[in-house]
T-cell receptor, first 122, second 111 residues
């Protein structure tokens, strides 16, 4: 099955520092990747949608200068939390969706999720 | 506005006690309905995609069905390892839209 990896799985940083989280689709090309945030016992909250080679589309209320997203290739997207503060502590999850070509090839456009990154800002 | 409502919020079953989880949806043209399983501290794990009313899919003790208004996830003779949060999501047919998720059903299976 399709595999999405995230790195790191856990990060602890000091307030004011920046943290980069990587999301990779390991065995398929993802034209679209999504970044979510999840609070304890709550559902997923979509932060932004990124398409390879273009600027990310952010959901209402998500600061694009705070959460920088780069989708540099068909298998890699990064989320950088700039000048992190304790309120940014959360569980961040990425997901990847294969392009339309996979549908035509008999595949699906299912969204596959990474294992998540636990960010703690002290 | 596309919406997904899951019920119940939480479900506690004895091992072997079959039951169903419900996912009601409203969407402007359904491209696909997705079921995921999420364990604490992990990302959602893909289970099923359903595309049209009447479609059914099975995997081990799980069976997903779809009508024009809702989907059911049937769990037959559950085991403690089936304990997790089950998430339902829909994708509309208009462009490369993100999934709209329900809040999930937290399932606990007691031995």
């Amino acid at each position: 099955g399709a595999v999405v990896s995230q790195h790191p799985s856990r990060v602890i940083c000091k307030s004011g520092t920046s943290v980069k989280i990587e999301c990779r689709s390991l065995d398929f090309q993802a034209t679209t990747m999504f970044w979510y945030r999840q609070f304890p016992k709550k559902s997923l909250m979509l932060m932004a949608t990124s398409n390879e080679g273009s600027k990310a589309t952010y959901e209402q209320g998500v600061e694009k200068d705070k959460f920088l997203i780069n989708h540099a290739s068909l298998t890699l997207s990064t989320l950088t939390v700039t000048s992190a503060h304790p309120e940014d502590s959360s569980f961040y999850i990425c997901s990847a969706r294969a392009g339309a070509w996979s549908v035509l090839a008999g595949g699906t456009d299912t969204q596959y999720f990474g294992p998540g990154t636990r960010l703690t800002v002290l | 506005e596309d919406q997904v409502t899951q019920s119940p919020e939480a479900l506690r079953l004895q091992e072997g006690e079959s039951s169903s989880l419900n996912c009601s949806y409203t969407v402007s043209g359904l491209r696909g309905l997705f079921w995921y399983r999420q364990d604490p501290g992990k990302g959602p794990e893909f289970l099923f995609t359903l595309y049209s009313a009447g479609e059914e899919k099975e995997k081990e003790r799980l069976k997903a069905t779809l009508t024009k208004k809702e989907s059911f996830l049937h769990i037959t003779a559950p085991k403690p390892e089936d304990s997790a949060t089950y998430l339902c999501a829909v994708q509309a047919y208009s462009g490369n839209t993100p999934l709209v998720f329900g809040k999930g059903t937290r399932l606990s299976v007691i031995a």
